[in-house]
């Protein structure tokens, strides 16, 4: 248990240690003899620290130190030759407070280095030296000796020095020696602070006997320090904008500048000044910010200022390097011009009746920036539009306005209109003292030959429906708009859709045609239109429309809306029914209704008014199944009305729906089809069969194709068939009755159930066997057919007598072949003829049938109604030849 709890505070120690931050024993500043007060002397910088948790403190009154690290004098301080030194103390929550050992360097040492003497004189060895410092772009001479390295262990040792890192052997090379004997570091060359601002040569001292390190290698840092010799420069293009008629002081931009000097010394502070347009800008020499001095910037006057700006670091100093920039200042526009009329007044004409027609340009300038909301123009009519006759757009391209006609004019109301245009902008004006400008444009209205107009566009008569034919229910006129009068106009229909109205040409009397009635599918929410067109001598026309309201009379009965109802019978349960009435008429002339039997009724059904359009009715008693005309007296709140029948149905329900009528269900359109269908393909069949009967078997002819070589190419076989030597030649026509009549030889010992010889000796009869039948049909092969097939042997050339053996061979080939071919009466039957069979197998249900068939009735045509699945085979066998 010890062992671990040891174990414990040891790894507690060692990460406490790793936890906190490096902080450096020794810091040694350059300082000059005598700091002012603000001097930043140095910053002190801490690796792997909490910056957050990070304290700073000191006790030398002449120096404070910042959060961050810097140390500034708060009194002036002379530092002796020897130097000053104090202590900051650092700490960061981590770790023990640390100390840190100021030295302060007299810089007056450097300056006598830069004769020759070295950068620093030391007045006592130790390995521990401080910064080098050496001045950029030294003239020289060279090489210069820096100062001396000395070690400690060079009072025991007899040693040698060496260096190495940038600037010795690596690169730049060679820059930095040290005399190995006295260890006298020495620069060879000038060197520029903007490339190389400092290097840390890695020093070693070793023994000359034992060629070992005497002491531990030590880091040696030479600062370059700078001079000003860098211009300041201009990084980025020096391009503003500002708004015209801004006011004094607004913001145009921020000149940046860059120095590589070393940053944090006069070197690289900058003062900023304008050399030119002073009258308009002015600049901030320490940040270079351009500001306005005046509110009279005019875009449309100049739009673009080139300002001439000076950077000079030094602060401005005579003795500071400085440059020329240039400063391009866009003046932006604002909207500080009204459009203006080229016209101080227009006029225009338009003829009357006439719409959506442009009939004035307006043409306007504006001197802000084209294409802007500043620019683009937008009229509005303020005055003599309060009819909504006009109306204003602007052409895109050009910016004009344009004056149009929206609804059209009638010169005998205005024949002049008087209106004012104000032209305006897209956006509003920022100029205080300008105002939206507007012109006067009179507009005549022209007369024009009109039609004749009717006295108003539309006309309203109430109608009751179902009046007289011919009765007047009023007269719809029309007059001339020059004339003022109707001599000489006829009138007719333009639209009438149930021609339920008549119109008198001369007069434009309106008279009923047809019988008005307000439930018409015509009519919609009692309003039935018909249009009227008035024609004048001149054959101009004006329409109107009548508007006919029709009112509702009692015309309609309430009717049943169910036709048959169903009871379903229950036990120790009557039912009920329920009797749902409507009436086309309008209320009061329709619901609610009274529902009650008539007197006469046979006491059987008792009825209950549910609502004003429904009653309940139900027997009285039990009844037995069957179907019950009911009269029912339903009348409407008029108490017009008819005895209406209801029809009630008893019966045996499932879900609802009588029994009866479920096996009674009316076959639909494809339930018939599907019955009618095997009807068409029987009937089909039939006329098929019939076909093929009265088709006569022909006689089978060889063709000659050309190319049979002497044998029988074309053949007519019911089953696989010999094949034929490729090497079939012609022979002499001499020999053709030769092999003919030993042919007919072998085919009549065939027929006799003989023997011939074939090729090798032995030829055999052949009969065919099928799933072991003994009932056979044969065909009869005519000599004539045998003698198509002997005829067919082509001749043979002359001259080719090497081919008649061949022939002679092919002879005993076609014996074979030909003797096969048995006819009906020889009791044989052939293989390579079409055969036709008129018995379908064992256990067809047909028996033997086919039109082919040598026996059987053909008259009857009864098995037609037993055909099963081999009638498509045996439709194949009967087709033609």
Not at 176 to 194: A, K, Q, S
Not at 586 to 611: A, H, I, Q, Y
Not at 758 to 775: D, E, F, V
Not at 803 to 823: C, I, M, R, S
């Amino acid at each position: 248990m010890a062992n671990v709890l040891i174990f414990s505070i040891c790894l507690m120690m060692v990460l406490s240690c790793v936890d906190s931050c490096f902080i450096p024993n020794n810091l040694y500043v350059l300082v000059p003899q005598t700091i002012p007060v603000g001097y930043e002397v140095t910053k002190v910088t801490l690796t792997d620290c909490d910056t957050n948790s990070l304290h700073f403190s000191l006790k030398d009154p002449s120096f404070t130190i910042k959060t961050n690290g810097e140390i500034v004098a708060v009194n002036t301080v002379s530092v002796a030759t020897r130097g000053r030194t104090f202590s900051v103390w650092a700490h960061d929550g981590r770790g023990p407070e640390s100390e840190i050992e100021v030295h302060l360097v007299h810089r007056q040492l450097q300056k006598r280095e830069y004769k020759g003497q070295g950068f620093l004189k030391r007045s006592k060895r130790r390995w521990s030296p401080p910064p080098f410092n050496i001045l950029e772009n030294d003239a020289g001479p060279f090489p210069k000796d820096i100062e001396k390295i000395v070690s400690d262990s060079s009072g025991m040792h007899n040693v040698y020095y060496t260096i190495s890192g940038p600037g010795s052997n690596q690169p730049p090379m060679n820059l930095f020696t040290i005399d190995t004997d006295t260890g006298m570091l020495t620069v060879h060359g000038p060197i520029d602070r903007e490339v190389f601002p400092q290097f840390v040569l890695r020093t070693q001292v070793f023994d000359k006997t034992t060629e070992k390190e005497t002491d531990l290698p030590l880091d040696v840092k030479i600062v370059i320090d700078d001079m000003n010799d860098n211009t300041p420069q201009f990084p980025d293009s020096m391009q503003f904008t500002v708004l015209e008629q801004s006011k004094p002081g607004t913001v145009v931009g921020k000149v940046n500048a860059t120095d590589k000097d070393l940053e944090g010394t006069l070197h690289v502070k900058i003062r900023y000044t304008l050399l030119s347009a002073l009258n308009l800008f002015a600049i901030n020499p320490q940040t270079g910010v351009i500001t306005t001095v005046t509110n009279t910037l005019d875009r449309e006057e100049k739009d673009k200022h080139l300002v001439t700006v000076q950077i000079q670091d030094l602060d401005g100093a005579v003795t500071g390097l400085k440059a020329t920039g240039t400063a391009t200042i866009t003046i932006g526009d604002i909207n500080d011009n009204p459009p203006t009329f080229k016209e101080t007044s227009y006029t225009t004409s338009i003829n009357e009746n006439e719409k959506d027609k442009l009939i004035l340009r307006i043409p306007v300038e504006d001197k802000d920036l084209i294409n802007t909301p500043n620019w683009i123009s937008k009229f509005v009519i303020t005055k003599g539009n309060e009819n909504g006759n006009f109306r204003m757009e602007t052409d895109p391209k050009t910016n004009e306005g344009l004056l149009y006609v929206s609804k059209a004019l009638n010169h005998e109301q205005t024949k002049n209109v008087q209106l004012e245009i104000s032209a305006r902008n897209e956006a509003e004006l920022s100029n205080a003292n300008a105002n939206w400008l507007s012109i006067p444009v009179a507009v005549t209205v022209n007369n024009v030959d009109e039609g004749p107009e009717f006295s108003a566009p539309t006309v309203r008569f109430i109608v009751k429906e179902n009046i007289p034919n011919g009765t007047l229910i009023g007269s719809y006129t029309a007059i001339d708009p020059e004339t003022k009068s109707s001599n000489g106009i006829m009138y007719y229909k333009v639209t009438d859709p149930a021609s339920w109205i008549n119109v008198d040409k001369s007069t434009g009397e309106l008279r009923v045609a047809n019988t008005i009635d307000r439930e018409s599918q015509f009519v919609q929410n009692g309003i039935y239109n018909i249009t009227m067109k008035a024609v004048d001598a001149s054959l101009k026309t004006g329409t109107g429309t009548v508007i006919i309201q029709v009112e509702d009379v009692n015309d309609n009965v309430p009717l049943p809306l169910i036709g048959e109802m169903v009871i379903c019978e229950q036990d120790g349960e009557l039912g009920s029914v329920v009797v749902m009435a409507e009436d086309k008429d309008e209320s009061p002339l329709s619901s609610p209704f009274s529902f009650s039997l008539p007197s006469d009724n046979d006491g059987k059904w008792s009825l209950t008014r549910v609502n004003g359009t429904a009653a309940t009715l139900s027997p009285t008693k039990k009844l037995i199944k069957g179907l019950y005309k009911v009269p029912v007296d339903i009348k409407d709140l008029q108490g017009f009305g008819e005895v209406q029948v209801v029809t009630v149905r008893i019966c045996q329900c499932r879900n609802g729906v009588c029994l009866a009528q479920d096996r009674s269900v009316s076959l639909g359109g494809l339930a018939l089809l599907a019955m009618l269908l095997p009807l068409a393909l029987l009937l089909l069949l039939f006329l098929l069969l019939a076909f093929f009967c009265v088709t006569k078997r022909d006689n089978i002819d060889i063709e000659d194709t050309g190319d049979g070589a002497g044998i029988l190419l074309a053949s007519n076989t019911e089953g696989k068939g010999d094949e034929v030597d490729p090497s079939l030649i012609t022979v002499p026509s001499t020999e053709q009755k030769e092999i003919k009549q030993e042919w007919l030889a072998q085919k009549n010992m065939a027929a006799f159930g003989g023997q011939s010889k074939n090729g090798n000796g032995i030829y055999n009869t052949q009969t065919n066997i099928y799933s072991g039948q003994t009932q056979y049909d044969t065909q009869h092969i005519e000599d004539q057919y045998i003698d198509n097939c002997v005829d067919y042997v082509p001749e043979l050339l002359p001259h080719d007598l090497n081919l008649l053996h061949t022939w002679q061979t092919n002879g005993h080939y076609l014996h074979q072949k030909l003797a096969y071919f048995g006819g009906e009466g020889d009791e044989r039957y052939a293989d390579d003829i079409v055969h036709c069979y008129g018995f379908e197998g064992v256990g067809s249900a047909a028996g033997s049938v086919g039109c082919c068939s040598d026996y059987g009735d053909t008259d009857n045509l009864d098995f037609l109604n037993t055909l099963g699945p081999k009638f498509k085979t045996l439709a194949d066998v009967c087709k033609k030849t």
